[in-house]
């Protein structure tokens, strides 16, 4: 089996390549039969507005037709945009991610439950399986018993966050100002919640859903919820923007906005793909700003929290580790298991055959099983115990071959 995880991030990919590569629900549920095509027995997505990644099991080495694949989508013949990871490298990596140390801010505690999200989508339309789901299920507990040891989540940080705060250097002060919230997902929640404690002269909220919006705010009575549909003209009152939504294309066009501009308005554009045209940056009283902009101010979350990374990537190598002896075993799983199943058709024909020939009571019998079993189950504990020793999957191939031809496994 190969484990492999191919992605792109911020770190390594502008936004106009990551948002070609931004999986929807809907996307990821139609990749199935494709990938099953390419021999991909397990596989999970995760795609936020950082990366994008695709964690797939195989029995054949078929990475370079997901590489290609990635490739044709974002339109583009240079590798230097993707990073890709193999075995121990992969988990190595995930679990670096689900705790946040891959993040635009180190040790934010949103990624954690997109991790949650991305499993939950594969296993709901059997896209992950046995491998996959451990993984990102021990993932997922390593990066809670990580979070509540090493304290990550005490000073609050998010993209959300530190968004706000780029965006208040802008303003120059957030007292008195009028800002609007596109958006009432995750992330426009958090801007709002963030925002309700600044001495705005106004925040208000629209979303294409508007029962949606109305529920996010119902316990902030200082929040207004507009007509999506109105938003251009809503641009005139605020001066400043923050927009979250999961539209596949932008909603807020060059021109439509000109027609509305009266005064300097600071856009934020926090969706990949992106929801703001990024040449409305070219008008005079619009500022377009996205999630790339927001490394510089990130740079201080990193030096923060960096006393505390060695120590995570030291509890991550023995996470790793553990992970790996983890699934040399799970290969051994069906070879063991049929092993055992011999051992039983064998003690079961003894008793029989014997059974036919003497003639004993119920004690006798039990205790003959019993003596039977025992005599089997050391005839085979020597192999099973040589096969939990292996340490590479050649020998691992190997034993299971020769286990099999003697046995007659299968």
Same mark, same amino acid.
């Given at each position: 089996m190969y484990l492999h995880v191919v992605g792109i991030d911020y770190k390594n990919t502008p936004i106009e390549l990551r948002e070609k590569g931004a999986f929807s629900k809907s996307k990821i549920i139609e990749l199935r039969e494709?990938?099953?095509?390419?021999?991909?027995?397990?596989?999970?997505?995760?795609?936020?507005?950082?990366?994008?990644?695709?964690?797939?099991?195989?029995?054949?080495?078929?990475?370079?037709?997901?590489?290609?694949?990635?490739?044709?989508?974002?339109?583009?013949?240079?590798?230097?945009?993707?990073?890709?990871?193999?075995?121990?490298?992969?988990?190595?990596?995930?679990?670096r991610v689900t705790c946040g140390l891959e993040s635009l801010v180190i040790g934010e505690d949103q990624i954690l439950g997109q991790i949650k999200e991305s499993l939950s989508l594969a296993m709901e339309h059997q896209q992950s399986g046995k491998i996959l789901n451990k993984l990102f299920r021990e993932s997922v507990s390593f990066a809670k018993n990580i979070k509540t040891t090493y304290k990550m989540s005490e000073n609050q940080t998010s993209v959300s966050t530190i968004s706000i705060k780029f965006v208040e250097e802008q303003l120059e002060t957030y007292k008195d100002k009028r800002v609007l919230i596109v958006g009432s997902g995750e992330t426009g929640e958090l801007v709002m919640k963030y925002l309700v404690d600044k001495e705005l002269a106004s925040l208000s909220i629209i979303n294409r859903t508007k029962c949606h919006a109305h529920r996010v705010t119902k316990n902030y009575s200082n929040i207004e919820v507009l007509d999506y549909e109105e938003r251009y003209k809503y641009l005139q009152s605020y001066d400043a923007i923050f927009s979250a939504t999961a539209s596949p294309?932008?909603?807020? +066009?060059?021109?439509?906005?000109?027609?509305?501009? /009266?005064?300097?308005? #600071?856009?934020? =554009? !926090?969706?990949?793909?992106?929801?703001?045209?990024?040449?409305?940056?070219?008008?005079?009283?619009?500022?377009?700003?996205?999630?790339?902009?927001?490394?510089?101010?990130?740079?201080?979350?990193?030096?923060?929290?960096?006393?505390?990374?060695?120590?995570?990537?030291?509890?991550?190598?023995?996470?790793?580790?553990?992970?790996?002896?983890?699934?040399?075993?799970?290969?051994?799983?069906?070879?063991?298991?049929q092993l055992s199943r011999m051992q039983q058709t064998h003690v079961q024909e003894a008793v029989e055959a014997i059974g036919k020939k003497v003639a004993l009571?119920?004690?006798?019998?039990?205790?003959?099983?019993?003596?039977?079993?025992?005599?089997?189950?050391?005839?085979?504990?020597?192999?099973?115990?040589?096969?939990? +020793?292996?340490?590479?999957?050649?020998?691992?191939? /190997?034993?299971?071959? #020769?286990?099999? =031809? !003697?046995?007659?496994?299968?």
């Amino acid at each position: 089996m190969y484990l492999h995880v191919v992605g792109i991030d911020y770190k390594n990919t502008p936004i106009e390549l990551r948002e070609k590569g931004a999986f929807s629900k809907s996307k990821i549920i139609e990749l199935r039969e494709p990938f099953h095509a390419m021999g991909i027995k397990e596989f999970v997505v995760v795609s936020t507005c950082n990366r994008s990644e695709i964690y797939f099991l195989t029995v054949e080495d078929t990475y370079d037709s997901i590489l290609n694949y990635y490739m044709t989508l974002l339109g583009t013949e240079d590798r230097s945009c993707f990073y890709a990871y193999s075995e121990e490298l992969v988990m190595n990596h995930l679990l670096r991610v689900t705790c946040g140390l891959e993040s635009l801010v180190i040790g934010e505690d949103q990624i954690l439950g997109q991790i949650k999200e991305s499993l939950s989508l594969a296993m709901e339309h059997q896209q992950s399986g046995k491998i996959l789901n451990k993984l990102f299920r021990e993932s997922v507990s390593f990066a809670k018993n990580i979070k509540t040891t090493y304290k990550m989540s005490e000073n609050q940080t998010s993209v959300s966050t530190i968004s706000i705060k780029f965006v208040e250097e802008q303003l120059e002060t957030y007292k008195d100002k009028r800002v609007l919230i596109v958006g009432s997902g995750e992330t426009g929640e958090l801007v709002m919640k963030y925002l309700v404690d600044k001495e705005l002269a106004s925040l208000s909220i629209i979303n294409r859903t508007k029962c949606h919006a109305h529920r996010v705010t119902k316990n902030y009575s200082n929040i207004e919820v507009l007509d999506y549909e109105e938003r251009y003209k809503y641009l005139q009152s605020y001066d400043a923007i923050f927009s979250a939504t999961a539209s596949p294309h932008v909603i807020f +066009t060059k021109d439509k906005v000109a027609e509305h501009l /009266v005064h300097k308005v #600071v856009f934020m =554009d !926090l969706a990949v793909p992106r929801d703001i045209d990024p040449v409305i940056d070219e008008l005079d009283k619009a500022s377009v700003y996205t999630v790339d902009d927001l490394q510089k101010i990130s740079t201080q979350n990193i030096a923060l929290r960096q006393s505390l990374v060695d120590d995570i990537e030291q509890e991550i190598k023995g996470k790793v580790q553990s992970l790996v002896m983890w699934i040399r075993n799970s290969q051994l799983d069906v070879t063991i298991k049929q092993l055992s199943r011999m051992q039983q058709t064998h003690v079961q024909e003894a008793v029989e055959a014997i059974g036919k020939k003497v003639a004993l009571d119920d004690k006798s019998t039990e205790y003959m099983e019993i003596v039977i079993k025992s005599m089997v189950k050391k005839l085979f504990k020597s192999p099973i115990d040589t096969l939990k +020793t292996l340490e590479s999957d050649e020998d691992i191939e /190997v034993y299971q071959d #020769v286990l099999t =031809d !003697l046995f007659k496994l299968g």
